[in-house]
């Protein structure tokens, strides 16, 4: 087969599945509307099961319900035979997906949902096929053809389950007023739910990693301490821990370049006093916006009381992933 023979099927593929997906987006109805308002009144779990193919589409149209709010899970039919069944209850509503309607292992299954008492939704491609006729909400997506040039393997078929499926999924959490907060809660790793969850608290420098000295400490001192610490910064503060001040590689340098003189003046001559401060309960995605706005490469951070607590710079923000 030549290079643009190949082209072409593939082309043939998209323009297949793309037809498809516009026949069934394009006879969506009060059906869909029902089996959305069924799940978001469930007081239970969206268990969504199929066989094969359609077990991967359920598996992760399942996947997604959860990632967007919805409390679902992937049932294996064949597994449910011998015991998984016991995972559903009364209170669940369970999505059976079979194209064909007659798949032997979902077929199975309904006589022991139905004593469960689990509400029963189908999405198939047979109107009038053995599960349509058993279940009590029925989504019907008709695709034209497969994609397959046999027309045999599921290829549209798929396709169009698993859109519909992300359609209730995205429709469900919008519903149900799910925000990136929640994504952010349920993706912890994820960019975005760090810059959702990870707050300035649970990275910054503290305790025994804290770059902190009292006023009146020789600028030796200072410069001792900022080394150690390896943040190229230096809080200063009063008596009560108070931060009055803040010295840091710019400052000496200047302090060099205006000959001060580093082993006899005290770090009060050359520290820049009052400087900004940050509270450790803000997120670090803020935190970077107001180090990018000031244009600093740190901030202190302080209690309620003003007391120092701790040090964060955009390097640390910079190795968690978050950026702007």
């Excluded at 599960?131 to 078929?157: F, G, H």
């Excluded at 992300?166 to 925000?179: Q, Y």
């Excluded at 009292?214 to 943040?231: F, P, Q, V, W």
Aim: hydrophobic fraction near 45%; charged fraction near 25%.
């Amino acid at each position: 087969m030549d290079k643009q023979r190949k082209l072409e099927i593939a082309e043939k593929v998209f323009e297949q599945e793309i037809r498809a997906l516009l026949q069934i987006k394009n006879t969506l109805d009060d059906v869909f509307v029902k089996i959305e308002e069924n799940l978001i009144s469930c007081k239970g779990k969206v268990v969504v099961c199929g066989m094969g193919k359609s077990g991967h589409i359920a598996r992760k149209i399942s996947a997604t319900l959860s990632s967007l709010g919805t409390t679902s899970f992937f049932l294996h039919p064949a597994e449910a035979m011998h015991g998984d069944l016991g995972m559903v209850s009364e209170n669940d509503i369970i999505i059976l997906i079979s194209h064909s309607g007659e798949t032997e292992e979902i077929l199975r299954l309904i006589p022991s949902l139905k004593v469960i008492g689990s509400k029963i939704i189908c999405i198939t491609g047979k109107k009038e096929s053995a599960l349509a006729n058993e279940c009590e909400i029925v989504q019907v997506l008709e695709v034209e053809k497969e994609a397959c040039y046999l027309n045999l393997a599921p290829t549209s078929s798929t396709t169009a389950a698993l859109v519909y499926g992300d359609a209730l999924a995205v429709v469900l959490s919008e519903d149900i007023g799910f925000s990136s907060t929640d994504f952010g809660l349920f993706h912890p790793a994820g960019t975005l739910g760090k810059k959702t969850l990870i707050k300035v608290k649970d990275i910054m420098a503290r305790d025994e990693n804290l770059p902190i000295v009292c006023r009146g400490c020789n600028i030796t001192d200072a410069i001792m301490e900022m080394s150690k610490k390896g943040l190229g910064v230096v809080a200063v503060v009063d008596e009560d821990k108070k931060l009055i001040g803040i010295l840091t590689d710019g400052d000496l340098r200047r302090a060099i370049e205006n000959k001060a003189d580093l082993y006899g003046d005290i770090i009060d001559t050359i520290m820049t006093k009052n400087p900004k401060y940050i509270f450790g309960d803000i997120l670090l995605v803020d935190a970077l916006k107001k180090l990018r706005e000031s244009r600093l490469n740190n901030y202190p951070v302080v209690d309620e009381k003003r007391v120092v607590v701790g040090m964060i710079t955009w390097q640390m923000i910079i190795r968690e992933g978050i950026v702007l």
